[in-house]
């Protein structure tokens, strides 16, 4: 009997070590997966915004007006004020290994998405702490205008 006494208090020790173990992989978890499901959703996002804003830009018709066109239908599209959405546009060349390109109309967007853990700051006994985390992931888009279908074709 005398036994069980000793170790009694055992089992608290344990888990005042355990839980916040358990607390972060369940953090680092969470993020994982909101992170993937952002990453999918900001592929199709971005390849679609490019697509439809990319090609023929509303106003002026430079890449500077249409990545920041295709930038706001991203950030439109993808709901969340906390992401970081930037858009680059250039132009391809139109010379390839000295042989005229047959399509000197193509531009590449490159979209990137940052995205900050949660909780990015914390407060521990008075001592707040800011996370300088920001996970990003990029997307290129090469849009042709002369392959979409755009002009007068198809009708009589």
Not at 45 to 64: F, I, K, N, R, Y
Not at 76 to 87: F, H, K, R
Not at 126 to 152: E, F, K, N, Q
């Amino acid at each position: 009997m005398r036994l069980f006494f000793e170790e009694r208090g055992q089992m608290v020790a344990e888990m005042a070590v355990m839980v916040p173990v358990i607390l972060v992989c369940a953090l680092v978890a969470m993020n994982g997966a909101w992170f993937a499901n952002l990453c999918a959703r900001f592929d199709r996002v971005a390849m679609d915004a490019a697509l439809a804003h990319g090609v023929s830009p509303s106003g002026e018709q430079d890449a500077t007006s249409a990545a920041s066109q295709v930038k706001d239908a991203i950030e439109q599209a993808m709901g969340d004020p906390s992401l970081e959405i930037s858009v680059s546009a250039e132009h391809l060349d139109a010379w390839a290994e000295g042989i005229f390109s047959i399509s000197p109309s193509r531009v590449r967007f490159t979209c990137s998405m940052g995205y900050r853990p949660h909780p990015s700051s914390f407060s521990v006994a008075g001592a707040s702490y800011v996370l300088p985390v920001l996970v990003t992931h990029t997307r290129s888009v090469v849009v042709d205008a002369s392959t979409l279908g755009i002009g007068s074709e198809g009708h009589a």
